[in-house]
């Protein structure tokens, strides 16, 4: 190692010090919504329409009692974190609940695990386009001093919306890689908690896993990151469930990313 070499070496050990990272980080990989975006808000106020309405409508028919969707309980047991069809197919299984599986183009009034999705979906899309999104102040300026830090950058989503969230909130170029549903459609990826859509992030900026660190408010993603044998996991708790995010593999919760040092 040569004596010009050394003050750089000093000066990224020193930077990752800031950012609140382990030696050795090379990457950085977010989730979108919770992490940040407030659009959890937006997914769990969808859920909770959508399924609150089918529940209705079951109830009216003599299915069974009516017992709202609960989106807090509910949505982080079964739905947080998860691809679509994943999230409508465990909370139908909760209750007891068998459709059909359909197909991914069926119409949002369609009975079947695909049509209640994109039902969902549509809900999401109509908040967002009448109440826009905000992104966490704190998580923007966090991304920037990792950004300063010359750190690699990638935003991971099970969401199929993830570019339009990005582009609302005018963050798109924060990222240089984006995983998100589509690409786990085209891709076969599986969803969280299985670790395949963040090694995928991973890949796209050229980095091990034990390179790169895993930013998740959602129990399934941190699951995702702890399985995937990434470098650190930072659980972010949005809804005071810090002790849930550290028994799923989080190795450090912060409830902002602003809790991080050097996110001036």
Avoid at 83 to 94: C, E, N, V
Wanted: aromatic share 6%; glycine share 10%; proline share 5%.
């Amino acid at each position: 190692m040569s004596a010009s070499q050394t003050p750089l070496l000093r000066t990224a050990s020193e930077d990752l010090g800031a950012l609140g990272l382990p030696r050795g980080i090379r990457a950085c990989l977010f989730d979108l919504d919770g992490v940040i975006t407030e659009t959890a808000k937006v997914h769990a106020a969808a859920w909770a329409e959508m399924f609150d309405a089918y529940l209705m409508t079951r109830a009216e028919r003599g299915d069974e009692p009516f017992v709202a969707f609960d989106p807090v309980e509910d949505y982080d047991t079964y739905v947080d974190g998860m691809p679509r069809a994943d999230g409508t197919r465990a909370f139908l299984k909760s209750r007891g609940i068998t459709v059909p599986e359909g197909n991914s183009d069926d119409p949002p009034d369609a009975e079947t695990v695909q049509g209640l999705g994109n039902r969902k979906n549509a809900i999401v899309l109509r908040r967002i386009h009448n109440d826009g999104v905000q992104a966490y102040p704190g998580s923007v300026a966090y991304v920037r001093a990792v950004r300063q830090a010359g750190l690699r950058r990638a935003v991971v989503s099970s969401s199929t919306n993830c570019r339009d969230v990005l582009a609302a909130a005018h963050i798109e170029d924060l990222f240089e890689a984006r995983i998100d549903g589509i690409t786990a459609k085209r891709e076969h990826l599986a969803g969280k908690p299985a670790p395949d859509m963040f090694l995928a992030g991973a890949r796209a900026l050229g980095v091990d896993p034990a390179e790169a660190v895993v930013f998740e408010d959602a129990l399934a993603g941190v699951a995702a990151g702890h399985a995937g044998g990434f470098g650190y996991v930072i659980g972010v708790d949005r809804v005071g469930q810090a002790r849930q995010l550290l028994a799923h593999g989080a190795d450090r919760v912060v409830t902002d990313l602003a809790d991080l040092a050097g996110a001036k």
